[in-house]
């Protein structure tokens, strides 16, 4: 059952979308018109998917203008709305007017919010919201979760009238979560767009359009998939903005959320040094990275090859967690390359969700072993590898059991790591290798 949420700007709409979801997935500011996409999400312990749009403008062009076309392109495909008005400011013209386009775009049954009634003295007079014509208001305060019960009551008709009511679910935890970062004006809304197959992001030519992290649940070459589409990100020195600053965090807080990261990078442009910034992040976090180079279609044939080198250069020499890094070439706007880069990941997260046969781990670990002993210990005592196996994914993590000493110098370790990874297929994901000292029963 899909829920929309609508109303004019700044009525707290972002505010119930988060205490519904119990989370901050929507950006949250005094300033109206701070949500430009629809965000969407899952009603807690409910299997309902709910979503915040942009606050509603009477906009002739312009972002405000898309953002607009958009909320009311939601509301027009919705089961229930959520319409929500200040109720500290009282019925506006406004109101009125996209509660009459709401009458016009849609049959789904609509519950009104009386939002910011938290204090009866402060509240305009109820008897007003009558005007709107979708009988009874509610009253709540999204800020304090209060009144949520009448809407969750809401809810639940409305999906046992559809008989689609469901327990609760994991909702998105069995798709991989795919986020895609990067500056501003790179292309990431116009590449979501063409995964979708629709225009659900705002593409504009200037940067700075999206600002809330919008996660879309879709199924993209044969795997189901959570797109995160994020706020570019741009140098701390250029960011002003308070706005942009909120953003900027929230972009930076998909890495954590995310199985695969997809950087987005301007391929007519130069890499900088905070695109390599982001990349380190990403392996930080142990998530799988994939360099998508955009624009690949206007780079000049004969520069290509050399620019493809000279990238893979800049990233092998700049990261140590990684061996080789996953850059490919696409074109967002006219689709090129965009299904073998994701059969490329989906390749990469099968491998990082595998478990590897402790023994066939230990016959890796000895051959390298037998190639190269490892050095001395600085207490001139010998170092010896006994035993490894694999303990976690994403990152890749082995334990290996070492006897003698335990301060194995951080070129052996890339030696193993180097090793490891090409038996096991593992070059573009960032391994840990972590040692623990073997106890001596007779000390």
């Not at 899952?42 to 002739?60: F, M, P, S, W």
């Not at 797109?227 to 960011?239: E, N, P, Q, S, Y």
Request: glycine content about 8%.
């Amino acid at each position: 059952m899909k829920i929309v949420i609508a109303g004019r700007p700044n009525t707290g709409k972002s505010t119930l979308f988060n205490g519904l979801t119990n989370t901050r997935d929507a950006l949250v500011h005094d300033r109206p018109g701070v949500t430009r996409d629809c965000v969407s999400g899952i009603v807690q312990n409910r299997d309902y998917e709910i979503t915040d749009t942009a606050g509603l403008e009477n906009a002739k062009t312009g972002i405000a203008h898309d953002s607009t076309d958009m909320a009311i392109g939601a509301i027009a495909t919705a089961d229930a709305v959520l319409f929500v008005v200040d109720g500290r400011v009282g019925i506006t013209n406004e109101d009125l007017d996209w509660s009459r386009t709401v009458h016009r775009k849609t049959k789904a049954p609509v519950l009104l919010l009386v939002n910011k009634a938290e204090s009866a003295a402060r509240l305009a007079d109820i008897n007003d919201f009558y005007k709107l014509g979708f009988g009874e208001p509610v009253l709540v305060s999204a800020e304090h979760k209060r009144g949520f019960d009448s809407i969750y009551e809401f809810m639940d008709k409305i999906a046992g009238e559809k008989d689609e009511k469901k327990p609760a679910n994991t909702g998105d935890s069995e798709r991989i979560k795919i986020a895609v970062l990067g500056q501003p004006n790179v292309g990431k809304s116009t590449f979501v767009n063409r995964v979708l197959g629709e225009k659900r992001q705002i593409v504009e030519d200037a940067p700075g359009i999206t600002r809330d992290t919008v996660k879309i649940p879709t199924t993209f070459y044969g795997r189901d998939i959570v797109l995160m589409d994020t706020a570019g990100l741009r140098r701390k020195a250029g960011v002003t903005d308070d706005v942009e600053t909120l953003s900027a965090l929230k972009s930076l807080d998909a890495i954590d959320k995310a199985d695969v990261v997809i950087l987005m990078v301007d391929a007519t442009r130069d890499i900088e040094n905070q695109a390599l910034g982001i990349a380190g992040r990403v392996y930080d976090a142990g998530k799988i990275l994939c360099v998508a180079l955009n624009k690949w279609d206007l780079v000049e044939p004969e520069l290509r090859d050399d620019k493809l080198l000279k990238l893979k250069h800049q990233f092998t020499n700049s990261f140590h967690q990684i061996i080789k890094p996953l850059i490919l070439a696409i074109s967002a706007e006219t689709g090129t390359g965009v299904q073998n880069m994701f059969k490329r990941v989906y390749e990469q997260y099968d491998l990082a969700n595998a478990t590897v046969p402790t023994s066939l781990l230990n016959r890796i670990v000895e051959k390298l072993v037998a190639e190269r002993q490892p050095p001395m210990s600085r207490l001139k005592r010998p170092m010896k590898i006994k035993f490894a196996r694999q303990v976690g994914h994403h990152p890749m993590r082995i334990a290996i059991n070492v006897g003698g000493a335990s301060d194995i110098p951080e070129s052996y370790t890339r030696y193993l790591r180097r090793g490891i990874a090409g038996a096991l297929k593992w070059e573009r994901l960032p391994i840990i290798i972590e040692y623990k000292k073997s106890e001596n029963p007779f000390d």
